[in-house]
């Protein structure tokens, strides 16, 4: 797991928007695998402004979101497949039918969450996963107790999370009390990982994922196992990490041919 703690959210996004970049190069027909919420924003609007000024390609790329709510009417604004399209997809050349979310909508439920672990599979895997963290450490919807081997399935939400998500609803009462979720053994199968999290809201979030037990109490802490894990944080994230000074002296001497 690789920390890295920088000034603010615009460094954060030029960071993630790199590595997004460096893999697009590398291999056009990417699998990107898309967080909704705040944190991945300054990466989408990063991401967009270089395709629009440095023509970025996203022509062969795939997206898949990591989660959708249950029960919101299709089309409705705050459907995650509607946040993902108007936040990021909408604002590249990535092809509509190459964008895929859980259907939270679906009469069979277990079915679609089976489809999509299928869809995800036939892609070829996901290469680079963006993530958010919850205040409860929660990656994706798994909340604490959730397994550490989980698939794609059906979750329903902690209080604290319909609380923090309430924001982008006209009340609390709007929140959907179940979502479909990439499990955690979905989401480790990623190739490469990146969470970020801004904010002293997180601070102890990022602090039980990076240095607490790996346990389902902080469903986050199972990053500690994945082979490449990169955390980005803000210093207010990051403000209740013992090994911080550690983590800053590894990112200013890292050697320069290891990229993220
Ligand atoms: C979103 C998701 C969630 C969020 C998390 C943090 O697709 O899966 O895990 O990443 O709730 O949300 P923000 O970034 O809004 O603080």
Redesign the pocket.
């Known amino acids: 797991m690789e920390i890295v703690i920088l000034p603010g959210s615009k460094q954060i996004g030029a960071l993630a928007a790199d590595a997004v970049e460096d893999l697009l190069r590398r291999k056009p027909d990417a699998v990107l695998g898309l967080?909704?919420?705040?944190?991945?924003l300054p990466v989408y609007d990063e991401l967009a402004r270089r395709h629009e000024q440095d023509g970025l390609d996203f022509s062969r790329a795939h997206g898949f979101?990591?989660?959708e709510y249950v029960g919101l009417e299709p089309g409705h604004p705050q459907s995650?497949r509607e946040v993902i399209r108007r936040e990021f997809t909408d604002r590249v050349n990535i092809a509509p039918e190459n964008v895929h979310s859980p259907d939270g909508s679906a009469a069979d439920i277990p079915a679609a969450c089976e489809a999509y672990e299928e869809a995800i599979k036939a892609a070829g895997g996901v290469d680079l996963q963006l993530?958010?963290?919850?205040t409860d450490g929660?990656?994706?919807?798994n909340e604490p107790g959730s397994s550490l081997v989980s698939r794609t399935r059906i979750k329903s939400l902690i209080e604290q999370?319909r609380r923090?998500?309430s924001r982008f609803f006209k009340s609390i009462h709007d929140v959907p009390h179940h979502v479909l979720?990439q499990g955690l053994g979905t989401i480790m199968d990623a190739r490469h990982v990146i969470l970020?999290a801004t904010g002293a809201q997180?601070a102890q979030a990022v602090r039980d994922l990076v240095e607490g037990p790996v346990a389902a109490i902080c469903a986050a802490s199972v990053l500690q196992m994945h082979p490449h894990a990169t955390i980005l944080v803000d210093e207010a994230a990051a403000s209740s990490l013992r090994l911080a000074d550690y983590y800053r002296h590894t990112y200013d001497n890292k050697p320069g041919w290891q990229g993220l």
């Open positions: 967080a909704t919420g705040s944190s991945p979101a990591l989660d995650y993530l958010g963290v919850g929660h990656i994706g919807f999370t923090d998500n979720t970020i997180k």
